[in-house]
Nanobody, 115 residues
């Protein structure tokens, strides 16, 4: 099993930045796929970004050019750097990983962007 601890959410004004962190309970080097989802008010959970063990990344069109995902083997964390935040980015952000063909989810961290 893998436990995930997220941090870094908060309240920020539109145009501002936040960095989310996700710390897995296992060595990040053995985790194949990692990513972030979010659930915005009134909507279902949606994929935001993902990164695989080789470092390749993918982004939803809505965040491309503004968000950056990366995994850091040295400090065993995954990060989501969010810049140029918009009110529509408001929601609960969830870290997720794939380990031994199973999905694991964090508890979520709230991001609120005021206009």
């Amino acid at each position: 099993q893998v436990q995930l601890v997220e941090s870094g959410g908060g309240l920020v004004q539109a145009g501002g930045s936040l960095r989310l962190s996700c710390a897995p309970s296992r060595d990040i080097a053995v985790i194949r796929g990692m990513g972030w989802y979010r659930q915005t008010p009134g909507n279902s959970r949606e994929w935001v970004a993902s990164v695989v063990s080789g470092g390749a990344t993918n982004y939803a069109d809505s965040v491309k050019g503004r968000f950056t995902i990366r995994r850091d083997n040295a400090d065993n964390n995954m990060y989501l750097q969010m810049n140029s935040l918009k009110p529509e980015d408001t929601g609960v952000y969830y870290c997720t990983v794939v380990y031994r063909n199973r999905d694991y989810w964090g508890q979520g961290t709230q991001v609120t962007v005021s206009s």
